[in-house]
């Protein structure tokens, strides 16, 4: 894969405007990138779509963070049931690019990330929030979409660039 600095510095950049525009944190991440793997952003965002909110709105692993998670399917998944190796191979990547997420962020929950406890988390409705300049001000989800963005980039860039 070619790639250079720049252009994993714009796909972080492009993530941050997805999350600005209204997609939810996982579809920003994953359309991002989704063209560097044959798969077209509309399609890409329609994937990741139910990610969102901590999936679903239901406030459990991050929906940036569930985009790392696809990214790296698409980057190093196996393709066959078989291949133990390749998959083994997969679950290492996995666990190192979430181990710096969280390790950066906190946390890999969503309602953890929020602020949100107990009956707050209980009260989570199916129900998208408006995105208002109120929403953009409370929520930290715009930064822990380029935290997500940087971390995947990094590894693309580790991994094609070294």
């Not at 894969?1 to 714009?10: H, R």
């Not at 380029?146 to 094609?160: P, T, V």
């Amino acid at each position: 894969m070619k790639i250079s600095q720049e252009e994993l510095d714009e796909r972080v950049s492009q993530a941050v405007e997805n999350f600005m525009a209204g997609y939810g944190c996982c579809q920003s991440v994953v359309a991002a990138f989704s063209d560097l793997y044959g798969l077209d952003e509309t399609m890409a965002k329609r994937i990741a779509a139910g990610f969102g909110g901590g999936v679903g709105r239901m406030r459990m692993m991050c929906g940036a963070v569930s985009g790392i998670v696809m990214l790296v399917g698409l980057d190093c998944g196996q393709t066959e049931g078989s291949d133990r190796e390749g998959k083994s191979a997969c679950y290492k990547v996995v666990q190192q690019l979430l181990n710096r997420s969280k390790q950066d962020n906190g946390s890999l929950i969503c309602a953890e990330i929020l602020g949100l406890q107990g009956h707050e988390k209980a009260l989570c409705t199916y129900e998208a929030s408006p995105r208002t300049a109120e929403y953009y001000k409370t929520r930290p989800c715009a930064a822990k979409v380029e935290s997500a963005a940087r971390i995947f980039a990094d590894y693309l860039k580790e991994k094609y660039l070294s």
